[in-house]
């Protein structure tokens, strides 16, 4: 069946489309026995106003995009509940976007997003992402932009963030204070400013208590996966036989060194303590548990869409948007991977 339209309505009612409009609209100036016949005819035949008209009249598409650089990691799993669970209040679809840490990829996404003319976008950058023109581009022509996550510092739009490098020190500190004195650091990618701050907040960690730092011990990775923490886990176990802790920089990564330490029989947390950052739920459920760096996904899904929210009202009454940067607070979760 076709949708029932305005007309439709007119036409069984014997009055104008406009009154119509206005009847459902709840306008003074049609009567309330009006006003009450074209809801309740409305109602029978289960009109519907058409959004693409609505949209065109309001200059809203009522959509926003979401580009994240993979779906089946806990963290941004996590990150999209907390952003839908906000934008379903205010009547937002999300459209969500996963770029697969391509730089190629990211952009023809949000050429993609542009053309369908969603509202506004929240974005964590993919890993091969060194230059931000695509995005400043899309800035510059009026589109409001929030980054999460994994940002670009020089970008001058919102972000929510946490501070990746005091996380990574208070995980370090953790080792060392649980009596570590040879650790090891699984970084990560190169490029990605979480990863270089959680790099720094590590080495930070060594030199202020005066410990030495080893370039020889920072293993470097691009793909973020179990089997990435099994390969490093067996290259510690034959270059560096003197390493007793070890900072990952993403759960699933330190789950794959757990099992690959397990299955050679290295006693964690006596032979070699392990922390890594996220808190996936995992975490809790691998043997021994894990301890982690909880970064709260939900939590920065929500301000990413509230902050996004707010500088589409600001762009709707023609005000400036002014950037903001949203910290949030990260904490150690201690569990059996180290010493106590």
């Known amino acids: 069946m076709k949708p029932v339209t ?18 459902l609209k ?6 309330k026995k009006t006003r009450a016949l ?10 519907k106003p058409n959004a693409f008209a609505v949209n065109l009249r309001t200059e809203e598409s009522k959509t926003i995009g979401l580009i994240i650089p993979e779906i089946v990691h806990h963290f941004f799993s996590s990150v999209i509940k907390g952003i839908i669970s906000q934008a379903e209040k205010k009547g937002y679809l999300v459209i969500i976007l996963q770029s697969n840490e391509s730089y190629a990829l990211e952009k023809k996404q949000l ?10 976008i929240l974005i964590s950058l993919a890993n091969g992402t060194a230059d931000f023109k695509h995005i400043t581009d899309i800035m510059d022509q009026g589109k409001p932009i929030v980054m999460f ?3 670009a510092k020089i970008v001058k739009c919102s972000k929510v963030i946490i501070d990746d490098r005091k996380a990574a020190y208070t995980a370090t500190q953790h080792l060392i204070d649980t009596g570590c004195k040879r650790i090891a650091h699984f970084r990560g990618p190169l490029l990605p400013q979480n990863s270089i701050d959680r790099f720094l907040g590590y080495k930070k960690a060594l030199l202020d208590n005066n410990m030495t730092y080893d370039p020889s011990l920072v293993y470097i990775f691009d793909d973020m996966t179990f089997e990435v923490g099994e390969m490093f886990a067996r290259k510690i176990l034959s270059e560096h036989t003197d ?63 509230k902050q996004l929210y707010k500088e589409l009202k600001a762009k709707k009454k023609k005000k400036d948007i002014v950037p903001k940067i949203i910290e949030l607070e990260t904490k150690l979760v201690k569990r059996n991977s180290t010493r106590f």
């Open 26 to 31: 709840g306008y003074p100036d049609v009567s």
């Open 38 to 47: 074209v809801k309740e005819l409305s109602e029978t035949l289960n009109y």
């Open 111 to 120: 050429d993609l997003l542009m053309n369908k003319r969603v509202d506004g």
């Open 6 to 23: 305005l007309k439709d309505i007119a036409e069984t009612l014997g009055i104008s489309i406009t009154t119509v409009s206005k009847a």
């Open 243 to 305: 390493v007793d802790g070890i900072f990952v920089n993403t759960d699933l990564v330190a789950i794959g060194a757990i099992t690959e330490f397990n299955r050679q029989d290295i006693k964690i947390p006596e032979d070699i303590s392990i922390v890594g950052f996220s808190n996936w739920f995992m975490s809790s459920a691998i043997t021994p548990s894990l301890t982690t760096i909880n970064q709260p996904g939900f939590e920065m899904g929500k301000m990413a869409f």
């Open 149 to 151: 996550d994994k940002i």
